[in-house]
């Protein structure tokens, strides 16, 4: 009998309170939800930091991509006033960025041929990946300054991506 009384007197210790639902610090199921929730939130801040860094991991693993165009400029003024200025702009918001330039109206430069005839002028573009080629070919201020270029001059022009391991 004796056992029985102290233990009816006694206090609960913390892990009898655990095992009843309680919180062992405040004793109230709330404050064990609010700990659920913190350690639940931590846990999808985990998942979403990481998703974010494989983004970030993949994306670097995208060679850059080179335009190469090959452009007979029948109006060299024409071009250089309405089309150079307007088209540089479109093409540096999409990540492009002039490599080189030469023949005709460009930086002085000249073409070499090694094998046939040598184009009247090259330029090189590089651009963070091939969808961000695309992206700024496919912009329609682009396609509309381009229509504009067409007047003055006449574009042979394609891509290649840039070799594995090569970085921007």
Not at 1 to 6: E, F
Not at 47 to 70: D, F, K, M, N, T
Not at 102 to 109: D, K, L, P, R, V
């Amino acid at each position: 009998m004796m056992c029985r009384a102290r233990a009816v007197a006694e206090p609960l210790t913390p892990a009898v309170r655990i095992g009843r639902g309680a919180h062992p610090e405040t004793g109230s199921k709330e404050a064990q939800m609010g700990a659920k929730c913190k350690i639940g939130l931590v846990m999808l801040s985990c998942v979403a930091i990481g998703a974010l860094a494989s983004e970030a991991l993949h994306a670097q693993a995208r060679p850059p991509a080179y335009l190469i165009g090959q452009i007979d400029v029948s109006d060299p003024r024409g071009y250089a006033d309405e089309y150079l200025p307007r088209a540089r702009q479109i093409i540096k918001a999409h990540g492009g960025r002039l490599v080189a330039a030469a023949g005709a109206a460009a930086t002085g430069s000249q073409v070499v041929a090694i094998d046939g005839a040598a184009p009247k002028r090259v330029v090189i573009y590089m651009y963070p990946s091939l969808e961000a080629l695309q992206a700024w070919r496919n912009d329609p201020e682009y396609v509309e300054v381009r229509r504009v270029g067409e007047k003055f001059a006449k574009y042979h022009t394609f891509a290649v991506e840039g070799a594995a391991g090569s970085s921007p």
